[in-house]
């Protein structure tokens, strides 16, 4: 039979009830294929867990906490099992490490390099189910890791790819991909299906459906991805390639609201500081939404970059480091700047929709920071205040929210 990953998020196994019906999803969709579940810590486990360790230090190791947070998921993956039994299907569970996810050494943050996945084949050929805890792996060394934010996804999506799944489903607390977030803009759209490339846009600038690195595993390996609902038995949004021409229209907006803006202000032109400066930050883990340096004058310039908030503190503990070292004269810094994204196939060079985003920003007296294009993105950076404003306006100019005159009944756009 073919092979179905199905990934369970924490909301969905937050409860006994939850597990049960989690569990009676996977009985159905074992009785034409089997099956692989991979599963997240339940509910508030994570947060919980970080809240133990700040009850001991504020700065706790890497490694320590890498063994701490994978008690979750080892949680999760007991339980449904157990709920799985209790169906009559025969499962077994496994931590991440148990089946060969091999992972860099990089605690908190690691990145997969192999999945062994021997004993999943062997449980499958028993006619077992595997339920697999996501998240996790272990390092080349020998030690336990943890895949960052959003790693169950990319857990899911590796062990896809690793073993020729016809598809992943992703369990989570919302209906699909929308056009926006519809808590924060009531009347987005559901979409019914999307492009990997499209998919990985959105990720990459903020969406929170499914991380980037599952989404660039999908696009790679061509693995239809569905999105669905636990607690309803709606029709998702499926992640897949779109064959045909099409002409180029937004399919999706995005935001993200946590970035810091710092700029190292005239910094002396030398011979590869613009490299050193971005190679330390990259070393140290920071990742880069966005830099660039203007000159000031013929020996110096200005050097500006964009990250996630959260990681301020790294930025400016390895840039303290290395001002002196290159001579930068001050820095700035702001917290008040977020990011829209527009997404589409082919959006990135059709001037008639960038022209129609930068002239309803100008009437609105929107000043636009940055921008940046891709072929499937444009991407916008701007202050705070400016971004529900824009997006509400970009949402119905193109026809991506609901509105009296365009009712929508299909789910799709």
């Known amino acids: 039979m073919p092979t179905v990953i199905m990934k369970f998020g924490g909301t969905s196994l937050a409860t006994p009830g939850l597990i049960i019906a989690a569990a009676k999803k996977v009985l159905r ?3 034409k294929n089997d099956i692989v579940v991979v599963v997240s810590a339940r509910g508030q486990t994570t947060d919980k867990l970080f809240s133990m360790s ?12 890498d063994m701490l947070l994978t008690a979750g998921e080892r949680i999760s993956v007991a339980l449904l099992s157990m709920a799985l039994g209790k169906l009559k299907l025969e499962a077994v569970s496994y931590t ?10 990089k605690h908190t943050d690691a990145r997969i390099l192999e999945i062994k996945g021997d004993r999943i084949k062997r449980a499958l050929a028993e006619h077992k189910i595997p339920v697999v805890c996501g998240f996790q792996g272990v390092s080349v ?5 943890t895949l960052g934010r959003g790693g169950s996804d990319t857990t899911a999506l590796a062990l896809s790819a690793t073993l020729n799944a016809k598809k992943c489903i992703i369990y989570t607390d919302v209906d699909g991909v929308f056009t926006e977030d519809p808590n924060r803009f009531p009347g987005a759209k559901k979409i019914s299906k999307i492009s990997y490339d499209e998919m990985l846009e959105l990720s990459n600038y903020g969406a929170q459906v499914l991380h980037p ?3 660039s595993i999908a696009a790679r390996f061509k693995i239809p991805v569905e999105i669905r609902n636990s607690f309803n038995n709606k029709t998702g949004t499926l992640i897949t390639t779109i064959e ?3 002409r180029p229209r937004p399919k999706a ?9 710092i700029t190292l202000v005239q910094v002396p ?8 400066i971005v190679t330390e930050l990259t070393k140290g883990g920071v990742h880069l939404k966005f830099f660039s340096h203007g000159v000031s004058d013929a020996r110096k310039f200005d050097l500006s970059f964009i990250t996630p908030l959260d990681e301020k503190d790294k930025v400016k503990s390895i840039i303290n480091k290395i001002r002196k070292k290159l001579d930068v004269d001050h820095i700035r810094e702001s917290s008040d700047i977020c990011s829209l994204s527009v997404i589409g196939k082919g959006i990135g060079s059709a001037n008639k929709i960038i022209s129609d985003i930068f002239n309803i920003l100008s009437k609105l007296k929107i000043h636009i920071e940055v921008v940046t294009t891709s072929e499937s993105s444009i991407n916008i950076f701007l202050k705070q205040r400016y971004l529900n404003k824009a997006i509400h306006a970009l949402l119905i100019k193109f026809r991506l929210k609901k509105t009296s005159n365009h009712p929508v009944n299909s789910g799709k756009i």
Do not use: C, F, W
């Open 54 to 65: 700040r009850e001991i230090t504020l700065k706790p190791k890497a490694r320590e906490m």
């Open 244 to 246: 045909g021409t099409q």
């Open 141 to 145: 060394e020998k030690e336990i890791t």
């Open 29 to 31: 969709m074992s009785r």
């Open 253 to 261: 907006i995005t935001h993200s609201d946590d970035l810091y803006h």
């Open 96 to 105: 991440g490490s148990q089946v060969g996810i091999i992972t860099d050494n």
């Open 213 to 215: 690195r599952a989404s």
């Open 269 to 276: 032109k030398r011979n590869q500081y613009l490299s050193q």
